[in-house]
């Protein structure tokens, strides 16, 4: 499945529901659903600025194709970050960088969030491209 089709997939999901309570309560739903990542791995280095819940961000492979892990310990985060995941990880560099979130104002994010969990969504964006630009320039994919 490609980027856009994920992001597609997430627009038509969020469709059926009338409401934003019961669009938290899915994203809420989506966030318990997260791969927990273990407590050694949630370290100092991997936890992202900008976000006011912590939020840990790994990643891992190749221009190729990069997977990212996240957690958070903030429930609608989680959930948030479950998009990004669908979105993003298993991916290359290249699609990575040569996509918009375009599902992010598509499904009434953009309206809907606090300031600071909008805030701590483009920190992840921008760590995840991050990650991106750097592995395609050759670099170690770190964050950041």
Not at 47 to 65: K, M, P, R, T, Y
Request: hydrophobic share 40%; glycine share 8%; net charge negative.
């Amino acid at each position: 499945m490609s980027i856009e089709s994920a992001q597609q997939e997430i627009i038509e999901e969020f469709s059926l529901f009338d409401d934003w309570m019961d669009r938290y309560q899915y994203l809420i739903d989506l966030g318990r659903k997260l791969e927990q990542i273990p407590d050694e791995e949630r370290t100092d280095d991997r936890l992202l600025a900008g976000c006011q819940s912590q939020v840990w961000l790994i990643s891992e492979g190749d221009g190729d194709c990069l997977r990212f892990r996240a957690n958070s310990d903030a429930a609608i985060v989680s959930g948030l970050i479950a998009l990004l995941l669908r979105v993003y990880s298993d991916r290359s560099a290249a699609e990575i960088l040569d996509s918009e979130p375009r599902f992010v104002s598509a499904i009434g994010l953009s309206e809907h969030l606090s300031p600071t969990r909008a805030n701590g969504l483009n920190a992840m964006l921008k760590a995840i491209n991050n990650v991106a630009r750097s592995t395609a320039e050759g670099g170690e994919g770190r964050p950041g």
